[in-house]
């Protein structure tokens, strides 16, 4: 179905809910708002980057394609990119995450699902942090 978004494109809509409700779960903890807020204590500099789509840069196993299946008087079709409504979506995107950014993590970097925020004390030292994420 395609839903039409307030600048008048349209939007492509599919319902999991069957899907998400027979997919074992992924218990990859995302990270606690108030561990993260401690973390920045001693920082001055922010910059937070949004990865809008940042869950269509992760490909979907091969073998595991099929669930994603959708039909449409055109065909079947099929993702070959994790989609924001899968219920695992969310923990396998936060562990890739965790994971590019584990040299990082706690030290000039947070994520937060899709968001990334370089945290610095001084000017230099966040323009050698923003250059380290952007590399």
Known sequence: MF????????????D?????????????????????????????IFIKLDLQWGYN???????????????????????LVM???????PAAFQQFMNNLFRDLLD????VYLNNILIFSKDPAEHSKHVREVLH
Request: charged share 30%; net charge positive; glycine share 6%.
């Open 3 to 14: 839903i039409k978004k307030a600048d008048g494109s349209l939007r492509l809509v599919v």
């Open 16 to 44: 999991y809910q069957k899907l998400n409700e027979v997919t074992v779960k992924d218990v990859y903890p995302l990270p606690r708002q108030d561990n993260l807020m401690a973390k920045l204590r001693k920082a001055k």
């Open 57 to 79: 840069n992760i490909r979907i196993k091969e073998g595991n394609k099929w669930k994603t299946v959708f039909k449409t008087k055109y065909g079947s079709f099929e993702y």
């Open 83 to 89: 989609l924001f409504g899968l219920t695992n979506a």
């Open 107 to 110: 030290i000039s970097v947070v």
